[in-house]
Each structure stands twice: as structure tokens, then as C-alpha cells.
């Protein structure tokens, strides 16, 4: 029994010493996802503005980003760009990097969403004297947000478990003090079972807000 005492123990006393890395940690989460789905959103516009220079350096962008570890697009933008006279503290280098990286997973899913609304829809509302920036704005992007949300609420949730790795860039969000927390005490399970815990947690809640708002927009899943 001991051991299962001493676990519990070590649950209870580490769960509260956790609190201001998981802040830093919803920090970052919303932040990145935040300035993500802008970058999404105006990356995925550009490159469906049949402007061939436009399509071509979004596509630059994406395939970069898609194509390269997020933890080197991390070092590169905290490590690397000083080396070119650029400096960003440690958690502004941490949102734009998340940002970047979601922005181009997200410009994907509403590329997908905007195309899939039909092309007659916007001449209709072009006939009805709407200019292609009013078309857009009013008919097709309220409707390829509603259908962009459950392929949205994935990459959300990824994003969150992504922010963990900020912490290379010392950044003290609830993996890099659970790594502190195992150096100090080598209690690894305990530890690690509340770190866990806890984005298991942030992004269970995530999710239900998620479901609730495809609700609430009617969007039906299925399959």
C-alpha cells in the first residue's frame, strides 16, 4: 500500500505547484491559436485570389512551415534570428512560432471549407450587387467557418499539446516545471500523471466548448 499512498501524496502535493505553468501554458495556447487562425484565414484568401505571386508565396509559406519540425521553426525564430539582428523574448518568439505553425495547418482547413461552398452562391450575391470582398465576407466565410469547425477543433487541440514544446526555449509552462519538479524529486509517475492530468483536462474542455459552439451553429457531423 505504500506505494499507492506515497503516489496520492505526491498527486496532492504537486497538483497546486503546477498552476502557474499550466496559466503559461493557456497563455500560449490561446495566444498561438488566436493569431493562428488570423494567419490561417488571410494565408487561405491570398492564395484562392487567383493572383498568381500571392498563390505562390502562400504556398512558399505553407510548405515551409508543414514541411519542418516545429521545434527547429522554434530554435530558428529564438535562436536563430539574433544571428541576423532580430531579437524576441523568450515567449513572444514561443506565440509567433506556434502561431506561424498553426496558421499554416489552419490556412489548409479553410481553404478546403471555402472552396467547398458552391460557386454559385457567390454569383448570386454578386447579382444581388454585392462587390467579391462583400460576397466573401458576407456569404461564403460565415459558411466555411461553420463547416471548418470540427477540422478547426483538432488542430486547437494539437495546438495546446504543441505549446509544450515552448519549453526548449525555457519557457516555464507545466512541461518544462514537470521536468524540474522529476530532476529534483525522480518521483518521474506521480508527476508526469499530473501534468497530464492537466492538459488532458484544458483540452477535454476545449473540445466541449467546441462541440457546443458546432451545435449551437447547426453544423451537422456525421461519419
Not at 458552391?118 to 458576407?138: D, I
Not at 506521480?190 to 457546443?212: D, E, K, W
Amino acid at each position: 500500500m505504500d506505494p499507492i499512498i506515497d503516489f496520492f501524496k505526491t498527486v496532492v502535493e504537486f497538483t497546486p505547484k503546477f498552476i502557474p505553468g499550466v496559466i503559461t501554458t493557456l497563455q500560449l495556447a490561446f495566444l498561438s491559436i488566436l493569431l493562428g487562425t488570423v494567419i490561417g484565414l488571410l494565408v487561405a484568401v491570398l492564395k484562392l485570389a487567383k493572383k498568381k505571386p500571392l498563390t505562390f508565396l502562400m504556398n512558399i509559406y505553407i510548405t515551409i512551415i508543414r514541411g519542418t519540425p516545429l521545434l527547429l521553426q522554434l530554435w530558428f525564430i529564438f535562436y536563430g534570428l539574433p544571428g541576423m539582428g532580430i531579437e524576441i523574448d523568450r515567449f513572444p518568439s514561443a506565440v509567433i512560432g506556434l502561431a506561424l505553425h498553426n496558421g499554416a495547418y489552419i490556412s489548409e482547413i479553410f481553404r478546403g471549407a471555402i472552396e467547398s461552398i458552391h460557386f454559385g452562391q457567390r454569383e448570386a450575391a454578386r447579382s444581388l450587387g454585392m462587390t467579391r470582398v462583400q460576397a466573401l465576407r458576407r456569404v461564403v466565410l460565415p459558411q466555411a467557418f461553420r463547416r471548418s469547425i470540427p477540422a478547426l477543433g483538432n488542430q486547437f487541440i494539437i495546438a495546446v499539446k504543441d505549446s509544450s514544446l515552448a519549453s526548449v526555449i525555457t519557457i516555464t509552462e507545466t512541461m518544462l516545471l514537470a521536468r524540474q519538479y522529476v530532476a529534483a524529486t525522480f518521483d518521474v509517475f506521480p508527476i508526469f500523471f499530473v501534468a497530464g492530468s492537466y492538459y488532458l483536462i484544458i483540452t477535454m474542455g476545449l473540445a466541449n466548448l467546441l462541440q457546443r459552439l458546432e451545435t449551437k451553429l447547426k453544423v451537422g457531423v456525421r461519419g
